[in-house]
């Protein structure tokens, strides 16, 4: 078998829903053992997320594949007993509860860390272990907002909307992802103890920002919602098509403008000395818009796109997800994966990022039954780790 990046690191997986599980699924992708302990009964409650086949949530086959289940009342000692008893042979645990729960449950950074120095533990919470709002619950959405995000989603002068996908607990995951590495290296290669990573949600929206926070700082700049621009980074919108499709240009390169103007037919823009850099641009925003869009509203989406792709000028369509299953970019990098669900049916599922050449990802086993692996907790300390019991 081809070794993976993360062959024989055990990770104890106690959240639920997104945030940790995202995490646990990562680390998973490449080869580690999570074992996700699930309440008895009802497991995880995405098992009943969105859209369910057979009863069970296809969101589920990707958010827990790799992955073994066993099931654990957490909030009973026996329960409490048995996730110590994983967490002494665990190189990892991850959780995403309010911050002291795990604490009343006697399962805490200070307990655990006691029974395995070694340990890494991951916390993933709506705002942190410390500070005046770490007791209130806080789910991704109210990270997004927090955090910045949903100001400025959205049209101006409307209502902000949400992303339609669950960012702010994705991005804590990758968040929480980068911090059990790094915690790794400094223990494996550095001869270190296990530590905490202390991962809140409106933290990660917020670190992905950009300049948001040193413009309001230096000019008093309250940056706002502006659709489908790119505000102060010129050409960057999206341009309707004679055929009532969009194209989405990144022009803003200084060199990519020069050859985008060609391109459409317009030398004056091509070579007016005060559009040669962004900060130019920017003052002429709506110019260069009208400009561009004059252009594409009097051409098919296909036709655009076939001229500025010769142009070398960044430009694409706006994908539904019927456009990505289909696509052959996609397919050629294999974005997209079958997998057999728990139903026994075959079932197409997002590929593996990233693409690591010696030691890559792979789904290696589809999503657990609820409580699939509960003989092999039963068996008592050592239970075998994914990669023995492969080989």
Same mark, same amino acid.
């Given at each position: 078998?081809?070794?993976? /990046?993360?062959?024989?690191?055990?990770v104890l997986e106690?959240?639920?829903?997104?945030?940790?599980?995202?995490?646990?699924k990562t680390l998973a992708d490449f080869g580690a053992d999570v074992i996700k302990v699930e309440p008895p009964g009802t497991g995880d409650p995405l098992r009943k997320w969105r859209l369910l086949r057979d009863g069970t949530s296809v969101w589920w086959e990707v958010q827990s594949r790799n992955k073994r289940s066993v099931c654990l009342d957490l909030r009973e000692p026996e329960g409490q007993e048995a996730a110590r008893a994983l967490a002494a042979e665990a190189d990892v645990v991850i959780e995403n509860f309010k911050p002291g729960t795990l604490e009343q449950w006697g399962l805490g950074w200070e307990r655990l860390h006691a029974l395995n120095p070694r340990l890494i533990m991951l916390r993933i919470s709506g705002y942190g272990q410390t500070g005046p709002y770490k007791d209130r619950p806080g789910f991704g959405v109210i990270g997004e907002s927090m955090g910045g995000l949903r100001h400025l989603t959205g049209e101006p002068g409307r209502v902000p909307v949400r992303v339609g996908v669950s960012i702010g607990d994705t991005l804590a995951a990758l968040h929480g992802v980068i911090g059990v590495l790094l915690a790794l290296y400094h223990r494996d290669a550095r001869g270190g103890e296990g530590q905490f990573i202390d991962v809140a949600l409106y933290e990660s929206v917020f670190n992905v920002m950009e300049s948001l926070l040193p413009e309001y700082d230096a000019f008093g700049a309250v940056r706002e919602r502006a659709g489908?621009?790119?505000?102060?980074?010129?050409?960057?919108? /999206?341009y309707r098509c004679s055929d009532g499709g969009y194209v989405l240009v990144g022009g803003n390169g200084d060199s990519i403008f020069r050859r985008l103007m060609a391109a459409i037919g317009r030398p004056d823009l091509e070579n007016d000395p005060a559009l040669a850099q962004n900060d130019g641009?920017?003052?002429?925003?709506?110019?260069?818009?009208?400009?561009?869009?004059?252009?594409?509203?009097?051409?098919t989406q296909d036709e655009v796109l076939g001229v500025l792709d010769a142009a070398r000028v960044p430009a694409g369509r706006i994908y539904s997800v019927a456009d990505i299953a289909r696509d052959p970019q996609y397919l050629a990098r294999e974005m997209i994966v079958e997998t057999v669900a728990g139903d026994g049916r075959p079932l197409r599922v997002p590929g593996v990022v990233p693409k690591l050449s010696a030691t890559p990802g792979s789904l290696e086993h589809p999503a657990p039954r609820l409580g699939e692996h509960d003989a092999d907790m039963r068996a008592g300390p050592g239970w075998p780790r994914r990669a023995e019991r492969n080989s």
């Open positions: 078998m081809t070794p993976k /990046a993360l062959d024989g690191i055990r106690l959240g639920q829903l997104i945030a940790g599980p995202f995490a646990g489908s621009a790119l505000p102060g980074i010129v050409p960057s919108n /999206a641009r920017a003052k002429h925003t709506a110019r260069i818009d009208a400009a561009i869009e004059a252009w594409t509203t009097a051409r």
